[in-house]
């Protein structure tokens, strides 16, 4: 069904949801790990879903840094496939409904698009946003992986965790969206999983599974995590293979190991300035994992 033309985005339903949650899973922005592009497939792969809407690419996307793809066979263009930002619904195991906003992060017209993202999910009675992301910290890989959160309200963002004093980074579009839920009065929270920076440029399951497990303490939602668990218990095992081969490398996780567990017992802020970088064994746990050792 279409929508006036002032809109970015083409309706392709009315169905009616019940205080859906907004889910956001968009690329383009910190993924350590690949930690919320898997959380964000295994949460879809989990869901019988249908579009809601298709946000207009010519006023979002750059499509000479997003470029189509083209499918050619025996020298005939078949299709081309365009990079498209969608609003998917769908339900979790327990029959609540949820909204994924997927796709590429607009390369332009943010304040337009959050505006239209936020005026959408107003229509549609949305109740909580939350939006997945992961980020490389000097973690270890030995201990569960810890949450932290931004949120328009700080008490929804201590529900989960969050780190402790003021910092300036840049911002990617889900904190964006963020911000325009707030000022629309409705809340929104962005869950960010730690992720061993070693471990930063691999797949990383167990940054998924917690990403996940976070929806349903803050939002309810329920899905199965059994095989991203499967997946985290392979590439611990693995990186544990690689860890044991060196003291160096023993002993860089033995202290990130101590600093863990030190602000497990007592939250305040820890200075991580004196531990090792992670960065001298990227590449060597990289080339490990895919085999190559």
Known sequence: MATPTDRPYVRHTDRALRDPVLVLGMDGWIDAGLGAGSAMAHILASMDTEPVATFDGDAFVDYRARRPMV???DGVTDELSWPEIRLLAGQDREGRDVL????PEPDMQWARFVAAVVGLCGELGVRLSCALGAFPLSVPHTRPV?????ATSRALAESVGTVPGTIEVPAGVHTAVQEGFGR???PAISLWARV???AANVPYPAASAALVAGLHTVAGLSFDTGTLDAAAAVAAARID???AASEEHSQMVRQMEAAADAEAAAPPLLDFSDLPSGD???AELERFL???Q
């Open 71 to 73: 499918r050619i066979t």
């Open 100 to 103: 994924a906003l997927v796709g």
């Open 146 to 150: 810890r949450l932290a959160a931004t």
């Open 184 to 186: 629309a009065g409705t």
């Open 196 to 198: 061993p920076i070693y």
């Open 241 to 243: 293979e690689m860890i």
């Open 280 to 282: 001298e064994i990227a």
């Open 290 to 292: 895919r085999g190559e």
